[in-house]
């Protein structure tokens, strides 16, 4: 059984960081593709980055520059570290990871951004 657990986020300033954790059980974060997603009130969910088992990452071109996808083999978790913080980050993110059968995804987490 595939869970992800996520931790980080909550209400920062605009110009603020913040890391976002996501801890998997029955699954090697190295060994698959894992990634962050987004949702912000109203919108569709959407992609925001990924990190391939072979170390590949790729980002959505809002984020790119202020956005890094990394992990820990040893803690096997995957974390998102957000810079540069703007209004429209706000949303819940959550963190995916696939199999043949079907997606996995943490249970989100708020971040908030004020101006």
């Known amino acids: 059984q595939v869970q992800l657990v996520q931790s980080g986020g909550g209400l920062v300033r605009a110009g603020d960081s913040l890391r976002l954790s996501c801890a998997a059980s029955?699954?090697?974060?190295?060994?698959?593709?894992m990634g962050w997603f987004r949702q912000a009130p109203e919108k569709e969910r959407e992609f925001v980055a990924r990190i391939r088992a072979s170390d590949t990452t790729s980002y959505a071109d809002s984020v790119k520059g202020r956005f890094t996808i990394s992990r820990d083999n040893a803690k096997n978790t995957v974390y998102l570290q957000v810079n540069n913080l703007k209004p429209e980050d706000a949303a819940v993110y959550y963190c995916?990871?696939?199999?043949?059968?079907?997606?996995?995804w943490g249970q989100g987490t708020q971040v908030s951004v004020s101006s």
């Open positions: 995916k990871t696939s199999d043949r059968w079907r997606d996995y």
């Open positions: 029955g699954r090697t974060v190295s060994s698959y593709t």
